[in-house]
């Protein structure tokens, strides 16, 4: 499986878990287990959740005139994973983590995802410094 189909897959488990509305470590690996998601996807959710206030306070301070609680639920959570990955995985270059996030919005998300969540992850990484 490639990067973009992990990404995927990553969001995909991101917006079960949201719509469920039930963050805690036992639950989600209960979901995990009944949705045979894999360990690197259950590490990762988990890596998510555990600096999830974090990833959305960030997105919080980005939002012009708007709300976390009402941005739409994917693109909330393809901008929770590309943060996480500014964040926590330096190893990926910052255009590269952008770039995903934009291609899925453009596949997952509205007409208008993209661009929305292009802007707020290039405040974000400007704003922490990552420019590689």
Known sequence: MGKREERETLLRALYSVDILDD???DSVRLFAGRNKWDQATVDKI???VSHLDLIDAQI???LKNWTIS???IVDKNILRLAL???L???TTPMKVIINEAVEIAKKYGTKDSFMFINGVLDAIARE???TT
Do not use: F, P, Q, W
């Open 88 to 90: 926590y995985e330096t």
């Open 70 to 72: 009402r941005i739409a």
């Open 84 to 86: 996480y990955e500014l």
């Open 46 to 48: 988990l890596g998510i």
């Open 128 to 130: 922490i410094g990552r």
């Open 60 to 62: 919080s301070n980005h």
């Open 23 to 25: 963050y805690e470590a």
